[in-house]
C-alpha cells in the first residue's frame, strides 16, 4: 500500500513521494519500449544482449557504490549493511549475472573487455558523485531508481500473459524481478531510505532528493534507450 507522503518524516514512505514526484519520468522508465519488449517477447536479441554486457559493467560500479556507502556511514550496522550489500553483489550476484549471460553467449572475459557506453558512464558516475558529495540517505535515493524500479518492473511484467508463454526468450530475467527473493531485497531498501530519512532528513530536504531522484530515473530510462540501438556484440 502506498502511504501518504506527510510533514512528519517519521511517517514518510520516501520512495512513494519521490515516486510520485516524478511521475512522468517514473513511467518514462518503467513503460519503456525496452519494459514493454520484454513483457511480449518482442524486444530484438541485439538489443538484450547488448543491455547485458552493459549491466555486467554497471554492477561493478553499483559494487562501488556500496563500498561508498560503507565509508559514508557513521555507525556499525550501516557499515554492515553496506558491506553485505558489496558482498552480496560481488559474491552472489555478480556469479548469477555471468551464468545467466552465459546463456545468451556471453562470456565474463568479452564483457569485461566492452568499452562503456556513454550511458553507462553517465548513469554510475552520477550515482557515485551524488554519493561523494552528499550524505548516506543521498546515495541510496541515487540507487533507488534501480534498486526499487527493477522490482516494480519484474512484479508488474509477471502478471502480464505474455511474460510466461514458451515462446518469451526473456521470462528467466522477468523471474529473477519478480522473485520473492528480490522482492525482500528490495523492500529493504525501502525501509533503509525510510529510517534515514527519519535519521537524517527533514521536508527541507525533499527538493534536493526529488532532483536527485529525477535525475536517477532518467538516467535509467537513457540506459533503456542505449540498449535499443545497440549492435550484437556476438
Not at 519521490?18 to 518503467?30: G, V
Not at 558523485?129 to 508488474?156: F, M, N, S, T, W
Amino acid at each position: 500500500m502506498v502511504m501518504e507522503a506527510e510533514s512528519n518524516t517519521g511517517t514518510l514512505d520516501l520512495f512513494s513521494h519521490l515516486r510520485d514526484a516524478c511521475a512522468d519520468e517514473w513511467r518514462a522508465y518503467t513503460d519503456h519500449a525496452f519494459v514493454r519488449g520484454l513483457a511480449d517477447g518482442t524486444l530484438p536479441e541485439a538489443c538484450f544482449r547488448h543491455y547485458l554486457g552493459q549491466d555486467y559493467l554497471f554492477l561493478i560500479h553499483f559494487a562501488r557504490a556500496y563500498a561508498l556507502a560503507a565509508y559514508k556511514a557513521d555507525n556499525l550496522s550501516d557499515i554492515r549493511q553496506a558491506a553485505a550489500g558489496l558482498s552480496a553483489i560481488i559474491d552472489v550476484e555478480m556469479a548469477l549475472h555471468v551464468e545467466f549471460c552465459a546463456g545468451w553467449g556471453l562470456d565474463e572475459d568479452e564483457m569485461a573487455a566492452l568499452p562503456e557506453a556513454e550511458e553507462t558512464m553517465a548513469y554510475t558516475r552520477y550515482v557515485l558523485e551524488k554519493g561523494v558529495q552528499g550524505d548516506l540517505l543521498d546515495l541510496h535515493v541515487a540507487l533507488a531508481p534501480c534498486v526499487l524500479g527493477y522490482a516494480e518492473i519484474g512484479r508488474a511484467l509477471a502478471e502480464c500473459p505474455t511474460a510466461h508463454v514458451e515462446a518469451n526468450p526473456y521470462t528467466p530475467w522477468i523471474d529473477m524481478y519478480a522473485s520473492d527473493e528480490y522482492q525482500a531485497v528490495a523492500a529493504g531498501e525501502q525501509a533503509t531510505m525510510n529510517r534515514l530519512m527519519a535519521e537524517r532528513g527533514g521536508p527541507g530536504r525533499l527538493p534536493s532528493l526529488t532532483e536527485t531522484f529525477r535525475q536517477a530515473t532518467r538516467l535509467e530510462a537513457a540506459f533503456w534507450e542505449m540498449a535499443m540501438h545497440a549492435v550484437d556484440i556476438s
